[in-house]
């Protein structure tokens, strides 16, 4: 198999597959767990690592860095130190589309991307499966426009009222670029692949259903036939929808094994809309890491009661944040594998 210039990989055997097991929904001896965000962000010793280093620099060797980043199609981005990526030149009106690249050229140039995922691979030595990772075309799609982050999206709804058109042109492009990106990084060593929809709240369950869902699903779709065409074994697939919970059936109907829930949703009723077909991955509140280490591990017992036995991988319902204690993300993990063996022993 070769992909973006990768050949065939040969990787050490996995020596821990309860993640990928309870992602396909068979059952596991503990519940699997797992946090959402980059080391960086809160590894004092992988701050000090890249506090002398441009970012995109550290992200392009492969060797410095194990990490994905964010993308762009042509757009210039840096990384504003405690704001994230920036695009200095947004989009603003529909002829700026035609500055965008062909979306069929971005895998290529993210080589360094692919060769890092396999290095991850390699050094992991099979303890644990390796997730890729992606934007989903909407939360891409407000960077591009807003040009960073924003409170109300205001920029972006804009395109979606006033230019619809050019808003599905925009958002077909992504999907079209995110495609080959995703299989590329099976094809270099990832064992599951998340998609976020970090920025689904600002929709709304109409805008929703017209601009994200359609191209959540059609990643998924094109994904598995991707990997069938290129000779790979398919990959569990998670959603991860931020604040999405008015479409938790249609995200459950989209085509991935696992649907992430943040920490707003009721585990029982979540379960209840989704039915016992999906997986469900969440959704400790983050900041529950703050709280004493006992205070955790009870937290941590009332979630996984809630959530039950199978059918589970535990998470936060958010990344981690900077300032969070190491320790305190170890009991959290701690206490998800000894009080999910006890469960099952009951």
Known sequence: MEANGLGPQTF????????????????????????????????????????????????????????LTLQALGMEVTMV?????????????????????????????????????????????????????????????????????????????????????????????????????????????????????????????QLFSKFALPYIRDIAKQVKAKLQEAGLAPVPMIIFAKDGHFALEELARAGYQVVGLDWTVAPEKARERVGKTVTLQGNLDPCAIYAPKEEI??????MLDDFGPQRYIANLGHGLYPDMDPEHVGAFVDAVHTYSRVLRQN
């Open 297 to 302: 591990r009870w937290l941590v017992q009332q």
């Open 81 to 205: 130190p405690g704001k994230g990526p920036s695009f200095p030149e947004p989009l603003r009106e529909e002829r700026d589309l035609e500055r965008l690249r062909d979306p069929a050229v971005v895998a290529s140039e993210l080589a360094y991307v692919f060769q890092a995922i396999t290095l991850t691979r390699q050094r992991l030595a099979g303890r644990v499966p390796l997730i890729g990772f992606a934007g989903a075309p909407w939360t891409l799609m407000t960077y591009m426009v807003e040009g960073g982050s924003s409170s109300t999206m205001a920029h972006a709804k804009r395109w979606l009222y006033q230019t619809p058109k050019a808003s599905h042109q925009l958002l077909r492009i992504l999907t079209d670029a995110l495609v080959p990106y995703l299989v590329g990084q099976v094809a270099a060593g990832a064992q599951a692949l998340q998609l976020f929809e970090s920025h689904a709240g600002h929709l709304g369950p």
């Open 12 to 67: 050490p055997e996995l020596k821990n597959d309860t993640f990928l097991r309870a992602a396909w929904g068979e059952d596991t001896d503990y519940t699997p767990v797992w946090c959402m965000r980059q080391a960086g962000r809160y590894l004092p010793e992988f701050r000090e690592t890249r506090a002398a280093q441009d970012f995109f620099s550290t992200c392009r060797s492969p060797e410095a860095c194990c990490e």
